[in-house]
């Protein structure tokens, strides 16, 4: 596990009026996506309580080829999958070696386990595939605890899934 320099935003600024009011529906971001939205259908994710997804980019109406599907898992802790795709884009990524700690679907990705700064614990796991790049981060700290219900054996298994 590495911890990164600089915090992620607290949950409640995640969560602001300002984010929910930008929540949409799958049907209604695929009308002006520029890219397809990963299929979760095969994963735990689609049993999750999907909050909506959030269209990321310089128009507000789209066409979008970024987003972020906000979850609220069964026991009520907040969950963000990100994906952009960066070839529609016209873009790229580089990873460098060194921080690359876990393997997503053949994919090098990096583990972060981060403190926000009122101290809440964010998990992240990130990978780019040849098409996108995609994080999932949780608002809980997932550890190696085989006991622990939501483990790290636990995210790469949700990571694998999505196609």
């Known amino acids: ?16 009026e300002a984010y929910r009011s930008r929540l949409l529906n ?12 990963s299929d979760l259908s095969a994963s735990e994710l689609s049993a999750y309580r999907l909050e909506g997804i959030v269209p990321q980019g310089p128009k507000r109406r789209g066409p979008w080829s970024s987003f972020d599907w906000v979850f609220t898992r069964p026991d009520g802790v907040l969950l963000v999958l990100s994906e952009w795709d960066f070839v529609a884009d016209g873009g790229g990524v580089l990873a460098l070696r060194e921080d690359m700690n876990m ?9 972060q386990l ?18 996108k790049l995609y994080s999932l ?13 939501y483990n790290s054996a636990w995210l790469l298994r949700l990571a694998e899934q999505i196609r």
Do not use: Y
């Not at 971001?29 to 520029?34: F, G, L, N, Y």
């Not at 393997?103 to 583990?111: C, D, K, L, M, Q």
């Open 26 to 37: 799958p049907e209604a971001i695929r009308a002006h996506a520029e890219s397809r939205l």
């Open 1 to 16: 596990m590495t911890s990164d320099v600089s915090p992620p935003e607290d949950e409640a600024a995640l969560v602001s």
């Open 137 to 149: 981060k949780v608002w809980d700290e997932v550890g190696p605890d085989a006991r622990q219900t």
């Open 114 to 131: 981060r403190s926000t700064p009122s101290g809440k614990r964010v998990s992240e796991l990130s990978w780019a595939s040849r098409q």
């Open 103 to 111: 393997s997503v679907r053949g994919h090098p990705a990096r583990f």
